[in-house]
C-alpha cells in the first residue's frame, strides 16, 4: 500500500478474536474513527480498549504514529495482544492497569478514545489537560445516560468544547426466509476538544 492510500475502516466484527470481554461494534466504530480524524501519524490513546478492535483500527490509520491500548482486565489484555498478532500491526502497546495511574510512560497524545473509564473521567480529563496535543480530539462512547452526564458535566468544568451524537443500529437477521431488523443498544458518542 503507498503511503498516498488511507486504509478504509470498517473491520467485521467476525474477524476479531473475540471472549467475553465487551467490544465496540463495527458501525460505531466507524463513527469513533471518524470523528477521532486521526492522521497517518497521530499518537492515540485507546482507554478501556477491550478486545481492541478500536486500537487495531486506529493503528492502521496511524500506520506511521503510535496506539497505546489501555484495559484493566486480564483478558482484555490477551485478546487485544492476539489480535495485535492476527492482524500484524506494529505499533500498538498494550498497557495493563487502570487510566490515568498506568500512564506514566505515555506523554503527548494526539487523539484519546475512551470506551470505559471505571469512573475515573475527571482523573483521565485532567490528564488529558497536560497530554492531549493543542489540536487534540477526544471521543468517548456510552451506553448509560449516567455516565454520558458525569463526562458532559466534567468536560463543562475543564472548558472543552463538546458535540454529542446519540447513534441507534439495527441489523437484519434471517429467520426462516424472512428478515427482520434486530435492534442493537442506543449509543451516545462525544467529541471532545479545547
Known sequence: MSDERRPSFG???????????????????????????????????????????????????????????????????????????????????????????????????????????RGNIVEILEWANDHLSKDGIIVANFITIENLFYFIEALKEKKYEYELTQVTIAKSKTIKDITMMQGHNPVFIVKAQR
Open 11 to 117: 473491520i467485521p466484527d467476525e474477524e476479531f478474536i473475540r471472549g467475553k470481554i465487551p467490544m465496540t461494534k463495527e458501525e460505531i466504530r466507524v463513527i469513533t474513527l471518524s470523528k477521532l480524524q486521526i492522521q497517518q501519524d497521530s499518537v492515540v490513546l485507546d482507554i478501556g480498549a477491550g478486545t481492541g478492535s478500536i486500537s487495531i483500527e486506529c493503528s492502521l490509520i496511524a500506520r506511521l504514529g503510535k496506539v497505546y491500548a489501555v484495559e484493566v482486565v486480564d483478558e482484555g489484555i490477551e485478546l487485544i495482544k492476539k489480535n495485535i498478532e492476527k492482524f500484524g500491526v506494529k505499533n500498538i502497546t498494550p498497557i495493563h492497569g487502570m487510566a490515568p495511574k498506568s500512564l506514566e510512560g505515555v506523554k503527548i497524545v494526539d487523539r484519546i478514545v475512551v470506551g470505559g473509564s
